[in-house]
């Protein structure tokens, strides 16, 4: 069989800028003509092995963030995308798919952008939403699925507010001290913490305080405090990211925003290099990092998911946050599962049995239809109001990675991960899942024919074909 050519130009384009390279000296460096560069960098001709060696001797590249990352991404939500049925039975073969997303990923992109807007437009239609046809926003995708991708296809990691954080959180000299600095840089800006809102931050500009909830935990606290400084210490760097990013909605730059400011936060309060080293050191326990850390568990598992530094990778994990109804109110993946990007998680998951057995961790050995095998953790993190009156906000988590890091993960002691038969077969969601036999199934898959007979019932009304 022919070895699939590797077309990596944005990857190739973002090392040299994150070099501060042109192209004449980086192709110097890595042996290549200019043209031949620019050639790679426009995905109109492969990166040769030449190349790949001189990108891991010369610069120290980590060569399989080459074949990983928008790629793997795309062609699951590609997948997904053409299980609807307006496109029929003609699906593409996986291989065309794989080769959309690696040679014309703007167009790729495209076509998810495509199929989001006509997705959005038909769900207004039948729930005769009033507001179609009627202004141009009823065409754009919605400001949060703008971000949600957004920070999707970089990888959930974003090295200059990482790097800018981490900077910040090693200016005094250890991690425990961190909140401490956050607050003396505040004060020396005029600003002075108050905790009396029943709002879990609220910052006045214009007296120079910043409220705090006086009943939201130590950790929701010190996050807060970097939150907010970030916003005013790092406004221009944020500013860059954004007006690169290109956002449709000013709504969206804004809530990208909030996104990078908690991303400089969660980094400032586990700082990268510190934190890289504590995950390995404790087997990624994530009690004892929440411990070391002053951060909560979620904060911790969100953070495992964001180690996808060049030269210093973390296990890939995957990260999610579902509420009490299966929806997926936060998630990423640096592994090879992609989760939907519309509709619940599969019920089979052990992250929707966290909220039967609050403050345990759950373990489950799990394979999806691809035959990839996972370690996945799940734990209720369920947050309380701080008052009798109060509502309480249920939430879990679930944190996983391929069956091969297992040694690396504490929760991975007395499991048998060599025992085909103890891996519990799951799926991405209902609607674009391939098992036939799923007792668990909810609703056919989109891009699967259905044989139905009145006089026949199994464990599902109709049979997949």
Not at 81 to 90: K, R, T
Not at 92 to 102: E, F, G, M, V, Y
Not at 112 to 136: F, I, P
Not at 362 to 389: C, M, N, W
């Amino acid at each position: 069989m022919a070895q699939q050519k590797l077309y990596a130009g944005a990857k190739l384009r973002e090392t040299r800028t994150r070099l501060g390279l042109t192209q004449r000296v980086f192709a110097e460096k890595l042996g290549v003509s200019l043209p031949y560069l620019n050639q790679m960098e426009n995905n109109n001709r492969p990166v040769s092995t030449g190349v790949v060696l001189a990108l891991a001797q010369e610069f120290g590249f980590d060569v399989t963030e080459l074949s990983t990352g928008d790629a793997e991404r795309m062609v699951t939500d590609m997948r997904e995308a053409l299980a609807d049925p307006v496109f029929g039975d003609g699906t593409p073969p996986l291989a065309d798919l794989r080769l959309a997303a690696s040679n014309a990923p703007a167009l790729a992109r495209a076509f998810l952008k495509l199929h989001g807007v006509y997705r959005q437009s038909t769900e207004r239609l039948a729930s005769l939403d009033d507001a179609l046809g009627q202004n141009e926003s009823a065409a754009r995708p919605s400001p949060w699925e703008e971000v949600r991708d957004f920070f999707h296809y970089c990888d959930n990691y974003i090295d200059s507010v990482d790097r800018a954080a981490e900077e910040f959180a090693s200016s005094n000299g250890t991690v425990l001290e961190v909140t401490k600095t956050a607050i003396n840089a505040l004060e020396a800006r005029g600003i002075h913490l108050r905790f009396t809102t029943d709002l879990v931050r609220d910052f006045d500009a214009e007296r120079g305080i910043l409220s705090l909830c006086a009943r939201s935990t130590r950790a929701t606290q010190s996050f807060q405090i970097l939150h907010q400084l970030a916003l005013l210490t790092q406004s221009d760097l944020l500013d860059e990211i954004l007006d690169q990013a290109g956002f449709q909605s000013e709504d969206a730059r804004k809530i990208a925003r909030i996104g990078l400011a908690n991303y400089y936060a969660g980094a400032a309060l586990m700082p990268y290099e510190a934190f890289w080293s504590a995950a390995q050191e404790t087997r990624h326990d994530l009690e004892i990092l929440s411990d070391r850390f002053g951060a909560s568990i979620e904060q911790v598992g969100h953070r495992l998911s964001t180690l996808q530094r060049s030269g210093a990778k973390g296990v890939p994990f995957y990260f999610v946050r579902v509420d009490q109804a299966g929806t997926i109110t936060k998630r990423h993946s640096s592994t090879r599962l992609q989760f939907a990007r519309y509709g619940g998680a599969c019920p089979l998951w052990n992250v929707h049995q966290a909220f039967e057995t609050p403050g345990r961790f759950l373990r489950q050995l799990a394979e999806t239809p691809d035959g990839v095998r996972y370690l996945s953790i799940a734990r209720d993190v369920s947050k309380s109001g701080g008052s009798f009156h109060a509502p309480v906000r249920r939430y879990a988590i679930g944190l996983g990675c391929e069956v091969s890091h297992a040694a690396d993960l504490v929760y991975a002691d007395d499991l048998d991960v060599k025992n085909p038969s103890a891996f519990e077969p799951i799926g991405i969601s209902c609607r674009i899942c391939l098992r036939r036999e799923c007792h668990q199934r909810s609703v056919p898959p989109l891009d699967r024919a259905l044989s139905i007979d009145p006089n026949t019932r199994g464990t599902l009304p109709y049979s997949i074909e």
